[in-house]
């Protein structure tokens, strides 16, 4: 799999710059084409003419936020013109945030978010990352609020627990797996699993690898919090990428308990491939 097309989502937070030059880095790579995506938070089914009859208030609010959104594709043109990408376009949504990424998600191979608890929307929703990996049926990378230059050809986590939002994951972040400079598998949960199996890190290592992807199995996770011990294991070997399935464990423990991948968004200290 290669990315043909990727979207990222733009918007006037300045954490958002990280963001885009990620996105345009690896679309340079892959030979992508680039949509920058703004939202404006004004919902798809107000139209001008109910927007012209309505409350003066209502229409200077919905002129800002279309102002906004614009200026913020301004800001994704400038740097997409700089860094010399040709293949790049700009989109303003009229929609929320969450439905207005999820409709532009479907037309790409990966949509690339920032991480919550940023600015908050222009509709205040602040859960796109999990909207987008639950409802778009593709790859999602999101980027941390931490303010740094992610590298696209440093190491990489996979957390593997052999089940279908891990492999879909793992899938969808090939092209990224291939950049890396090392990859390492570790395990955890019981997903699939049995006794004469032999080591699940391995099967997957081995598998990468026919791929052309420079993997390694690694130790399992200790029992406990997942979610923290990855993100241990990622800063431990100084990881710039963390590749993972939507749910760590099954979903009436993730309703109860936060489980795996609220824990990891949460606390997010590096990109993390994300998948349903």
């Excluded at 199995?217 to 070997?237: H, I, K, N, Q, T």
Aim: aromatic share 4%.
């Amino acid at each position: 799999m290669n990315y043909k097309t990727i979207v990222v989502h733009v918007d006037a937070a300045p954490v958002a710059l990280a963001r885009i030059r990620l996105a345009i880095d690896l679309a340079q790579r892959a030979g992508a084409h680039l949509v920058g995506a703004a939202s404006t938070g004004v919902s798809r089914f107000v139209t001008p003419n109910m927007i012209a009859g309505a409350d003066v208030r209502f229409a200077a609010r919905c002129a800002a936020l279309h102002a906004e959104a614009a200026e913020a594709l301004r800001t994704f043109e400038r740097l997409a013109r700089e860094a010399g990408l040709d293949a790049a376009e700009t989109r303003l949504v009229d929609d929320d945030v969450d439905g207005g990424m999820a409709m532009q998600a479907r037309y790409c191979d990966l949509a690339v978010v920032g991480q919550s608890g940023g600015a908050p929307a222009p509709d205040r929703r602040d859960d796109l990352p999990e909207y987008l990996f639950l409802t778009s049926a593709r790859p999602v990378l999101v980027v941390p609020h931490v303010h740094r230059d992610w590298r696209l050809d440093g190491a990489a986590l996979v957390a593997w627990d052999g089940s279908v939002e891990a492999i879909r994951a793992v899938t969808g972040a090939l092209p990224l797996l291939r950049a890396a400079r090392g990859v390492t598998v570790v395990g955890f949960g019981t997903a699939g699993e049995r006794p004469d199996d032999g080591d699940p890190c391995a099967h997957l290592a081995a598998w990468l690898a026919r791929h052309g992807v420079a993997a390694r199995a690694g130790r399992r996770a200790e029992p406990g919090d997942v979610g923290e011990a990855l993100l241990s294991a990622a800063a431990d070997m100084d990881a710039d990428l963390l590749v993972m399935g939507g749910y760590g464990h099954a979903r009436y423990r993730e309703l109860l308990l936060g489980g795996v991948t609220a824990t990891v968004l949460r606390a997010l200290t590096l990109p993390v491939v994300l998948a349903h």
